[in-house]
C-alpha cells in the first residue's frame, strides 16, 4: 500500500496517511488529506491518484501557488516511492515501506521493566522542553477530527518530546474477542491464528529515511501481557546496503502499554539509536537517564492518549450525546423522540464560557511530576463541568482548558430570569471553588509547590440557536449566535481587567429579579467596552460574592465611571483615591488613563476599545 508523508517546518506539522486507489485531493481545507499549518495551500491544491505503483499528481486550476517537482513548476506529472513534490513550505513524499512485526529481530543483551512506581521518580533532565510539547497537546486534540488524525497527531507529540526515537508505533495485541480502532468489531473468523495477532494500527519515522517498519514482535507480547513498560537493548553491526529493515537499525526499543476498554491490547512502539542526547551512549548513566525520562514522557502522553479513546468510546456508547446533559436537562427526553428535542431551534438563553488560568506557572514548578500536575487540571476542569451540569446547563463545548454551558435549552425556564441566575449561581460556586480547592494548595510531593488555579468567566444572555449542530460528518449538541460570541469575549477580558466574572447587560437586568436577601452578589459596571474583533459596544459589568466590596466603594467608582467617560479625568482621579489600591477596577482604569497622558484621546465617546483578546 502506498502511502504519502507531508511534512512541514516543525516535527508536529505532518502525516503520514494510506493512499486509496481512488481520486483524492489535497489541499488546506480537505476532508481527509489537510494540511492546516501551510497558508501558501490552496483549500483544494492538487489531486491523486495511485495507479500500480506510481501517483499521478495533477495541480487543480483554483491553486493559488506552484508545485515543484524535481526543481521546476510542474502541473502534472508521476511520482514513485522514494520521490516528493514541494508546496509552499512543506514537502510531500510517497513511501511504499510495509509495517509488519517480525521474530527475525536479535535478541536483546539487555532487557528491563519499568513500573509506574518507579517512573514517578524518575527527574526530566530537559523538563522546560518536554512541558512546552505539553502544552500544545489541548491544540492537537480540539484539530483531531476523528480517531486516524488524533493517532497522527499523538505519534508526532511523541516525536517532538523523544527526540532520541526514529520510530514510532502504536500496536495492538489482538483475540478474537477484541475491536478494531473506532469501536466496530473485527472480522475474526475461525482460524485460531488470527487470536493473539499484532496489528500495527499507525506508525511513523522521523525524517524520510525508506525501510520497513518490523517492531519486535517479542518485544510487544512482553510488555502487554506484563501490563508495564520493557525495553530491549542490542548492539549490531550497522548494515551499508540501501535495502534494509529500518527497525534493524535501531539498537533500542521499549513498549508502553495503553490498554483498556477503548484501546484493548495497545501499545506505543519507541525505537531508537543506541546513543543518548548530546552523543552520550546508553552504557553511561547519563544515556540511561535520559532514555528513563523519554520513556516517561511516552507514558504519560500514552496515558493521555488511552483517557482520550476511552472519552470517545462514551460518546459512542451514549445516544444523542446523553453524557453531558444534567439530570434536569434529562427530563425533556421523557416520552419524546430524541430527535425532535435535539432538533436547532431558537431559544433565550445565558452562556458561561469558563478558562482556567495558573496552568503555564504551575507546569514550570511540577517539572518532575508531570502525572500529578495533569491530575490537578482535570480535578480543576473537572469543577467548571459539574457546576454547570448541577445547576441545570448544557456543556456546549471544550477548548483546550476551558469550557463553555448554557442554559435554556432543551427546557424552557418557568421565570425568564431563571437562565441567568443559573448561570451567575454556576459561576460564583466554581470563583469559591477554586479559592478554596485549587489556589495555594501544597502539591502532594513538594510542599513548597502551590497549585496557583482560578478560572476567568464570562456570561451573556440573549437569542441563540441551540441544538444538535455541525456538519454531516461532525456533529454536537452546543448554542450558535452572538450572544455566544459575546460570552466568550467577555471571558477573555477578565484577564485584562483582572476580574474572575464579567457579565453584559441583560443578564444583570435578569439577575436582579432573581435573587434576593443575602444571597444576591454584588455587581458594579466597569464601563462600556468595544471587545477585541467585535465591531459594537456593550457595558461590561463584574459579578462578585455577596459582600466583597462596600455600598461606599461601590458609589465611589460609580462616581469616578461617570466623569471618566465624560473625560473629566482629573476629578476621575480624585474619586478612584476613595478604593483600595488593590481595587482592579482602580487599576485598570488608571493604568488606561496614564497610557494616554492623562488626557482623554481625541474624539473620545466614553468607550474603551480593546486592542486584544
Same mark, same amino acid.
Given at each position: ?268 512502539? &519507541? ?10 551512549? +546508553? =552504557?553511561? $548513566?547519563?544515556?540511561?537517564? !535520559?532514555?528513563? #525520562? ?82 490537578? &487540571? ?10 454547570? +451540569? =448541577?445547576? $441545570?446547563?448544557?456543556?456546549? !463545548?471544550?477548548? #483546550? ?82 450572544? &455566544? ?10 484577564? +485584562? ?6 457579565? !453584559? ?109
Amino acid at each position: 500500500m502506498l502511502e504519502l508523508i507531508a511534512q512541514g517546518t516543525n516535527i508536529e506539522s505532518r502525516w503520514r496517511r494510506q493512499l486509496p486507489d481512488q481520486t483524492i485531493e489535497l489541499g488546506r481545507a480537505t476532508e481527509t488529506y489537510k494540511v492546516p499549518w501551510d497558508s501558501q495551500i490552496s483549500r483544494r491544491h492538487v489531486k491523486l491518484l495511485a495507479a500500480g505503483n506510481t501517483v499521478r499528481v495533477e495541480r487543480l486550476p483554483g491553486a493559488t501557488n506552484p508545485v515543484f517537482y524535481g526543481g521546476q513548476e510542474r502541473d502534472l506529472f508521476e511520482i514513485a516511492p522514494g520521490e516528493h513534490f514541494v508546496i509552499g513550505k512543506t514537502t510531500f513524499t510517497l513511501a511504499a515501506d510495509r509495517a509488519f512485526v517480525s521474530l527475525d529481530v536479535p535478541n536483546p543483551i539487555s532487557q528491563k521493566t519499568y513500573s509506574p512506581e518507579f517512573l514517578r521518580q524518575v527527574s526530566y533532565r530537559d523538563a522546560d522542553r518536554r512541558i512546552d510539547v505539553l502544552n500544545r497537546i489541548p491544540e492537537a486534540i480540539s484539530s483531531a477530527g476523528n480517531t486516524e488524525d488524533l493517532l497522527i497527531r499523538m505519534v508526532n507529540t511523541l516525536m517532538a518530546g523523544i527526540v532520541s526515537a526514529s520510530t514510532i508505533g502504536i500496536v495492538q495485541l489482538e483475540n478474537a474477542a477484541m475491536k478494531a480502532p473506532g469501536g466496530f468489531p473485527k472480522d475474526s473468523g475461525s482460524s485460531e491464528s488470527k487470536k493473539n495477532s499484532i496489528e500495527i494500527i499507525h506508525w511513523d519515522r522521523r525524517g524520510f529515511d525508506t525501510g520497513d517498519f518490523q517492531p519486535s514482535e517479542t518485544l510487544i507480547r512482553q510488555a502487554i501481557h506484563a501490563n508495564e513498560t520493557i525495553l530491549h537493548i542490542w548492539h549490531q553491526p550497522r548494515r551499508m546496503s540501501t535495502e534494509y529493515t529500518c527497525d534493524y537499525e535501531n539498537d533500542w526499543a521499549f513498549v508502553s502499554p495503553i490498554s483498556s476498554d477503548a484501546s484493548p491490547g495497545w501499545g506505543i512502539y &519507541v525505537a531508537g539509536c543506541n546513543q543518548g542526547k548530546n552523543g552520550s551512549s +546508553l =552504557d553511561s $548513566g547519563s544515556g540511561q537517564a !535520559d532514555l528513563q #525520562g523519554d520513556i516517561k514522557f511516552c507514558e504519560l502522553v500514552g496515558s493521555t492518549l488511552r483517557n482520550l479513546l476511552l472519552v470517545r468510546q462514551l460518546e459512542r456508547q451514549q445516544s444523542s450525546l446523553r453524557a453531558f446533559f444534567s439530570p434536569i436537562v434529562m427530563e425533556a427526553f421523557a416520552g419524546r423522540d430524541p430527535e425532535d428535542v435535539l432538533s436547532p431551534r431558537n431559544c433565550d438563553v445565558s452562556v458561561l464560557f469558563c478558562d482556567l488560568r495558573g496552568f503555564s506557572r504551575t507546569s514550570e514548578q511540577m517539572a518532575d511530576n508531570l502525572l500529578e500536575l495533569l491530575a490537578r &487540571v482535570s480535578d480543576a476542569l473537572g469543577i467548571t463541568t459539574s457546576k454547570i +451540569l =448541577d445547576f $441545570g446547563g448544557v456543556i456546549g !463545548d471544550f477548548h #483546550g482548558d476551558s469550557a463553555m454551558g448554557f442554559w435554556g435549552w432543551p427546557l424552557e425556564p418557568k421565570q425568564d430570569f431563571e437562565n441567568a441566575v443559573a448561570a451567575v449561581k454556576a459561576a460564583l460556586e466554581i470563583q469559591q471553588l477554586a479559592a478554596t480547592e485549587l489556589r495555594g494548595k501544597p502539591s502532594a510531593q513538594n510542599s513548597r509547590v502551590k497549585h496557583d488555579f482560578q478560572f476567568g468567566m464570562g456570561i451573556a444572555s440573549g437569542e441563540a440557536v441551540a441544538g444538535k449542530i455541525g456538519t454531516r460528518d461532525q456533529v454536537k449538541v452546543t448554542a450558535f449566535g452572538p450572544v &455566544v460570541n459575546t460570552a466568550a469575549r467577555l471571558e477573555g477580558m477578565t484577564r +485584562l481587567l483582572d476580574c474572575s466574572i464579567l457579565a !453584559d447587560i441583560e443578564t444583570i437586568q435578569r439577575i436582579e429579579l432573581g435573587f434576593s436577601g443575602g444571597d444576591r452578589p454584588v455587581t458594579r459596571r466597569l464601563g462600556r467596552f468595544q471587545p477585541f474583533g467585535m465591531k459594537s459596544s456593550l457595558d461590561v459589568f463584574q459579578v462578585m460574592p455577596a459582600g466583597a466590596i462596600s455600598c461606599d466603594e461601590l458609589e465611589a467608582f460609580d462616581r469616578a465611571l461617570t466623569l471618566f467617560q465624560s473625560g473629566d479625568w482629573t476629578r476621575t482621579n480624585n474619586e478612584l483615591g476613595l478604593l483600595a489600591i488593590g481595587d482592579s477596577a482602580r487599576q485598570y482604569l488608571t493604568s488606561y488613563m496614564n497610557m494616554h497622558q492623562g488626557s482623554p484621546p481625541e474624539n473620545w465617546d466614553g468607550v474603551i476599545r480593546m486592542q486584544g483578546k
